[in-house]
DNA sequence: GCCACTTCTGACAACGTTGTCCAGCCCGAC
DNA sequence: GTCGGGCTGGACAACGTTGTCAGAAGTGGC
């Protein structure tokens, strides 16, 4: 900037102002100025803009994959957002390890980015409250945050299992297996909550056979599947599935699909996802608008950025049943 | 961090020590240090750390969709390879759109970004020049730059497209269908290239009207293969399709999934993507692999970054013919 | 007791930008 | 001709950190 200054025959001042398109410097001043910018390749370091203005205009976004098929539009709505504002997205995937969150987000911290959208996976963000006293916006999505307040966006996880499950018991089920996520995580709890709601209020019982909580890798997923399905563990062999997440659903899928399996359990998702439809049977799923949730984030956040300092709020998005073929399967007699 | 210094009686440079762990504090500074940081809730502000040291350990990403299951574990990828390096990783999707990438481009260069990765949209990079004089490190991946030498990383598509044409070709079509990406990028035009290779080694003739090149848009896509399976617009019907990418092959996948077209026509995509194997017919595919590109990028970005200054490389990462049935539906006769 | 040496600590400048404040200039009006 | 006001431009400090360098304090040998 100071050889910008020197060649254009001006002061510092003068050029940052030309940078800034600020008015109040003449025409022929500025074409001066410009020709010696572009002379020498200058481009402005917004790491000393940042140090002197104090806003980074830069947004995090923790999650757990950015791969997943789940997470990927949550993070592109969060980039539109914040594209709409000025501010770039710096993303990072937390793998659904709390240490790793937490670095991730003291990180971000560090390079005072001006807020942060957090798909949690740890249960105790009170680490954050430092940061949070210290202006960081924090937007918390998909799961709730744990020992502190803050804005967030949930999905209706609690019914949106619920008319899952009724979906199936409607058409007839009455042993129903339920495979879920972890169960430190929210959502999964939730969504099991929903499954119980459901089987009590048609008078079923639940074997403990039939409740599987854990990891979404496929051997666990299989292994359970196939325990319910065989009737393993105590309870009476499953003739419906209720799946916890997209990861656990494609799982089930596959093992349904295997011939000695064709038909013999109904299946019903929560998240939707691609093809679903195309399968045979067509996968009935609940679904979540998993863009929506980043993009109700996102805006959640701008608004604290743009000085909102009310209590903090919880935005919860409904989830929608689609049915497709897979829930209607009766069961054997 | 002179409050810091205040309260635990040091002075700026002592704090500045403890916090980046380096040698020379006795144990009883350093405790009194730490104390004070845990008691004042202080965290290192980067963007001064960034301007004194000139390095931001963070590397940019530009790509067409974060949400494209196809850029996705890319991107993971790179993520993954930038955290075992320290760095962490700015994100911005193009939309396939020349001004868009330019623009994200030199703001992330504006930031100050170690390393740039680049998924062009636009045909001419020049504008990069002068950054990448600057000593910012950039490398291509899935599509070459233009008008600019940089490090790139290439699936090969020339091959790919040839060897899943000639599976068709093999399988007794004569008349197959082409649908692919728009025509200005790169991968679209050499998979076209490998498709009129496998159909000339044939000895086969290709009708203008079997060559359609333009958007990913499920409509425009539909109306190309109503088109084609009709033998409108000059050609005979075609009797298989050779799909450019994820996307298009999701469409087709659709199209004939219809009733009325059922077992109409074979296909064999470009991409793999996920439960191709769970549609009825299974698709074949030429795979790629989405994360290795992405790590082989980012892992030249690093070498790039560790002072490496030979030659620009050119990396190609083959493809793999995936049959799994849609390939081997025989053409009417 | 003195010196050489090591270990620890702090003052200061610099990174590149922008906000504040003031000076100079030109114009028109009295 | 002079004065006021509007416009343009520049000097300087500050943002929060780290590298340099020098000084202070402690240690051991003679």
Redesign the pocket.
Known sequence: ??D??ARA?????????V??E?????????RRVQEAITALG????????V????STASVGLILEDLADPFYAPLSRAVEEVARAHGALLINGSSAEDPARERELALALCARRVDGLVIVPASEDHRYLAPEIAAGIATVFVDRPPGHIKADMVLSESFDGARSGVAHLIAHGHRRIGFIGDQPRIHTARERLRGYRAAMAEAGLPVADSWVALGGTEPDRVRADAARMLEGQGGGEPVTAFFSGNNRVTVTLVRVLAAPERRGRAALVGFDDFELADLLSPPVTVVAQNPADLGRSAAQLLFRRLAGADDEPRTVCRPTRLIARGSGEIPPPR
């Open positions: 900037m100071k910008v200054a025959g001006v002061g510092l001042k003068t050029v940052s102002r940078v800034n600020e008015a109040g410097v003449s025409t022929d001043t500025e200058f481009r402005r370091n917004d790491s000393a803009r140090l002197r203005k104090g």
